[in-house]
């Protein structure tokens, strides 16, 4: 289970988030909408630290965070909630003198401290899972961008983490290559994993999401199933977001 608390998040003068409350249950998929400059990437990315609160709370399983102005958190607090999370990037972040095989085994090694053997037999299960088992051997270069995400994925799949978080993971992706990366994402659903997904997918977010977040101005406009959300959007605002991203797939 994530809570989040009446988090804040400031860039000097500019409040990018504005007392953001919010709980996702366990083996739930949670999908986060909105006009860039929304927030919406700010609150992934303080999910597991990557940007520091100044205010509020955060709470994945059994760590629980509280951020002030002014505490300073230690390296092993940042590590115990960043250790409950993969994280999967707009852009792939592999290591470009490393196999796909090697990506997915490095943080195993390195930080889960698992013996070459033990990791490969792990990695290969996952390259499997996300279609490219007989790329295990292939460096990044040539990879096409889907099948880098994939190697993304199951890099972030391979340290065991309660949530996966994605942000907006097919935007740099073409767009014949986009619904290979969606398919994975998909099955992870399917099987009761607890992810958030910043995306404009919206077909995807319809298909996949048991709730819907709709983000504008560092807070948080609409909440529900993405029925409620996308078909029967409450307030002005979220009805012409909405309608601007339905021109766009129809132009």
Same mark, same amino acid.
């Given at each position: 289970?994530?809570?989040?608390?009446?988090?804040?998040? %400031?860039?000097?003068?500019?409040?990018?988030? *504005?007392?953001?409350?919010?709980? @996702?249950?366990?083996?739930?998929?949670?999908?986060?909408?909105?006009? /860039?400059?929304?927030? *919406?990437?700010?609150?992934?990315?303080?999910?597991?630290?990557?940007?520091?609160?100044?205010?509020?709370?955060?709470? !994945?399983?059994?760590?629980?965070?509280?951020? /002030?102005?002014?505490?300073?958190?230690?390296?092993?607090?940042?590590?115990?909630?960043?250790?409950?999370?993969?994280?999967?990037?707009?852009?792939?972040?592999?290591?470009?003198?490393?196999?796909?095989?090697?990506?997915?085994?490095?943080?195993?090694?390195?930080?889960?401290? %698992?013996?070459?053997?033990?990791?490969?037999?792990?990695?290969?299960?996952?390259?499997? *899972?996300?279609?490219?088992?007989?790329?295990?051997?292939?460096?990044?270069?040539?990879?096409?961008?889907?099948?880098?995400?994939?190697?993304? !994925?199951?890099?972030?799949?391979?340290?065991?983490?309660?949530?996966?978080?994605?942000?907006?993971?097919?935007?740099?992706?073409?767009?014949?290559?986009?619904?290979?990366?969606?398919?994975?994402?998909?099955?992870?659903?399917?099987?009761?994993?607890?992810?958030?997904?910043?995306?404009?997918?919206? *077909?995807?977010?319809?298909?996949?999401?048991?709730?819907?977040?709709?983000?504008?101005?560092?807070? @948080?406009?609409?909440?529900?199933?993405? $029925?409620?959300?996308?078909?029967?959007?409450?307030?002005?605002?979220? $009805?012409?977001?909405?309608?601007?991203?339905?021109?766009?797939?129809?132009?």
């Amino acid at each position: 289970m994530i809570q989040i608390r009446d988090l804040h998040k %400031k860039f000097g003068p500019l409040e990018v988030l *504005k007392g953001i409350n919010l709980q @996702i249950d366990q083996g739930k998929v949670l999908v986060i909408i909105g006009p /860039s400059g929304s927030g *919406k990437t700010t609150l992934l990315r303080c999910l597991n630290l990557l940007e520091l609160p100044n205010r509020g709370s955060i709470q !994945i399983g059994d760590v629980q965070l509280e951020f /002030s102005e002014g505490r300073k958190l230690k390296h092993s607090e940042v590590l115990a909630l960043r250790k409950k999370t993969g994280m999967v990037f707009q852009s792939y972040y592999l290591f470009p003198h490393m196999t796909a095989l090697q990506n997915v085994m490095e943080a195993q090694i390195q930080v889960q401290r %698992k013996s070459k053997e033990e990791a490969r037999t792990r990695t290969m299960e996952l390259l499997n *899972k996300v279609g490219l088992g007989e790329r295990a051997d292939f460096y990044p270069h040539q990879l096409s961008g889907g099948q880098q995400q994939r190697v993304g !994925i199951a890099r972030a799949m391979a340290v065991n983490p309660e949530v996966l978080l994605f942000d907006e993971p097919t935007s740099a992706l073409d767009p014949e290559l986009v619904g290979e990366v969606l398919k994975v994402m998909k099955g992870l659903a399917q099987e009761g994993r607890t992810m958030v997904i910043v995306t404009h997918e919206m *077909k995807f977010a319809a298909e996949v999401a048991d709730r819907v977040l709709l983000m504008d101005e560092g807070t @948080i406009i609409e909440s529900g199933t993405a $029925r409620e959300v996308l078909e029967n959007p409450a307030s002005e605002r979220a $009805r012409a977001f909405l309608n601007r991203i339905a021109q766009k797939e129809t132009d």
